[in-house]
């Protein structure tokens, strides 16, 4: 799917080789892979969803398109809820797009009621698809979004605060801080702390970034990539 994804929108099979190499060549994939857990379903959806964005950019008539972008972003969130973050850098993809896209001379009113128009039919979309899996939390468990806001706006009954004590606990593992700093820096974390996210490559990709830099900026990309 990456082989494709990226042919059919950078023109290049060979990026599409590198992406899923890649990607397939972390060991926190490949572990996943191997148990029952659900963040690649997340990513299935998530890239799916990423595709149809960019069909809809090269072809803003055709709204069918977002509507396929919010089913899968909807999909995505009803597999894990912190996909909603993800699906909400696409909705602000779609307003700067709708924006940009209307000509210069057009009315402002104009603008805003197609910004208006794709943000409903992406939203309306991701609802409908997220919704069964919100009912189905709810009557299983009495929280759509288990373990999440119990205590605050839901008392389930699978929930307390030994358990919540214990989750937090698990987390702060992982580095986690709420704060500003940690999380525009959550990237670099990722990979030079590999070791809080069952990861072994570490920095490895970074070290070969500038590599790549000065190679695209001295032979080009069109000549690299194809």
């Known amino acids: ?36 857990g659900n963040d690649l379903a997340v990513v299935l959806f998530s890239l799916l969803a990423i595709h149809s964005y960019l069909r809809w950019r090269a072809v803003p008539a055709v709204r069918g398109w977002l509507v396929l972008l919010g089913v899968l972003g909807g999909f995505a969130a009803g597999v894990k809820p912190f996909a909603l973050s993800f699906l909400l850098v696409l909705f602000l993809g779609v307003v700067a797009d709708s924006l940009r896209s209307c000509a210069a001379g057009r009315p402002v009113k104009e603008r805003f009621l197609r910004m208006g128009t ?76 590999a070791h809080n996210h069952r990861g072994l490559i570490g920095p490895l990709f970074l070290v070969f970034l500038p590599v790549v830099a000065v190679t695209i900026l001295l032979v080009g990309a069109e000549r690299l990539f194809h």
């Open 118 to 193: 794709g943000i409903a039919i992406v939203g309306a979309s991701a609802f409908i698809a997220v919704t069964p899996w919100l009912v189905r939390s709810y009557l299983t468990t009495g929280n759509p979004v288990f373990p999440f806001l119990d205590g605050v706006l839901f008392d389930s009954p699978y929930w307390n605060e030994a358990l919540g004590a214990f989750y937090r606990s698990e987390i702060r593992r992982y580095g986690v801080e709420q704060t500003l700093g940690w999380f525009l820096l959550l990237p670099v974390r990722t990979v030079t702390r």
């Open 1 to 36: 799917m990456l082989v494709s994804i990226c042919r059919l929108h950078f023109g290049s099979r060979l990026m599409g080789l590198v992406a899923a190499l890649l990607f397939v060549s972390t060991p926190l994939v490949s572990w996943f892979a191997s148990t029952s």
